[in-house]
């Protein structure tokens, strides 16, 4: 158990603000006061307002684009808490920028992950509470404690309650991989949800771009489900879900990721798509036009301050799970 009794503080940088004032909501709690900005040259400029002596500080900041931005302000704020002398300090980062760089893909790659890992824990966190990593093993590059939330429940209770057992035969449904390394994370949301599982294979020329050559299972005439824990420029899903259609036959697609990072042409491609309807939970705040209503965002506000709440206790949150 821990000793900081009732003196829990929560700050956040300039990523998603209105996903920390949800959290802080949940928790009955005041927003810390705190000033983050940016000086003319560009260079980020925090400044605790408020003291932090012994508190069980949380820090909460997306390392969405602009990434570098973000990134170094999450740093400069874990700096700023731990010369103030906070009792401990934990990187609240719902969504983990360059989780994509987790290993050398050909050489004289760096390992970026890693390195930001390392960047993190020099500053002087504490501790990472994250959800869904690109990559489960960047939880061992983390030399601290780290917390891995998992964003596959709140779209199961979504997909239950949208299509409940009893009013629909679930063998006319399939969860689909939109590529062979997803299908570990596809095969666990499958068997939640009680559907069959498809891949769809496919080979990647360069960065951003791919090519689908094949679906693997049996999805003609069914509801798919595509699901992937983030969607980028969202080239590879939308080719998935024209494959699905195409090659496969499926009768409609849906598609349901962790974070939406959307980059370029991605609102375009997937209002052009034939994904009839697009899920993301809300760890990157939205930028883009979603008037047409394709394009949804789940809260899981609520499901980070349960953890916050269960790490300054000193609980488990596996039942969040």
Do not use: W
């Amino acid at each position: 158990m821990i000793a900081y009794g009732n003196n829990i503080k929560i700050f956040c940088g300039n990523s998603n603000p209105a996903f920390a004032e949800t959290i802080c909501k949940e928790l009955g709690l005041p927003m810390g006061q705190s000033l983050v900005q940016t000086f003319a040259d560009g260079e980020a400029s925090v400044t605790l307002e408020e003291t932090v002596r012994g508190a069980d500080v949380f820090l909460i900041q997306s390392t969405c684009k602009p990434v570098n931005d973000h990134l170094m302000e999450l740093l400069i704020m874990i700096d700023a808490c731990r010369r103030a002398s906070a009792g401990r300090i934990t990187a609240v980062i719902p969504y983990f920028g360059y989780a994509r760089q987790d290993r050398k893909a050909k050489s004289r790659d760096p390992i970026s992950a890693k390195l930001v890992a390392n960047m993190i824990t020099v500053a002087g966190a504490d501790r990472v509470l994250t959800m869904d990593l690109h990559a489960n093993q960047i939880q061992g590059f983390f030399d601290i404690p780290l917390d891995h939330l998992l964003g596959a429940p709140t779209f199961v209770n979504y997909y239950l309650e949208k299509f409940p057992e009893g009013s629909f035969n679930h063998d006319e449904f399939v969860v689909v991989s939109p590529d062979v390394g997803s299908v570990g994370r596809a095969r666990n949301f499958a068997t939640k949800v009680h559907m069959g599982l498809a891949i769809v294979d496919k080979r990647r020329q360069k960065a951003n771009e791919c090519e689908v050559m094949n679906v693997i299972g049996d999805v003609k005439g069914k509801i798919c489900i595509l699901y992937d824990d983030m969607v980028d420029t969202a080239g590879s899903l939308c080719n998935a879900a024209k494959a699905l259609v195409e090659v496969g036959g499926a009768k409609e697609v849906y598609a349901c990721a962790t974070h939406g990072v959307l980059s370029g042409p991605a609102y375009d491609r997937l209002e052009a798509s034939p994904i009839k309807e697009m899920l993301f939970l809300n760890t990157i705040p939205q930028t883009g036009n979603t008037a047409s209503g394709k394009i949804k965002f789940l809260d899981v506000a609520p499901i980070f301050a349960r953890a916050i709440s269960h790490i300054h206790g000193g609980t488990s949150i596996a039942d969040l799970f």
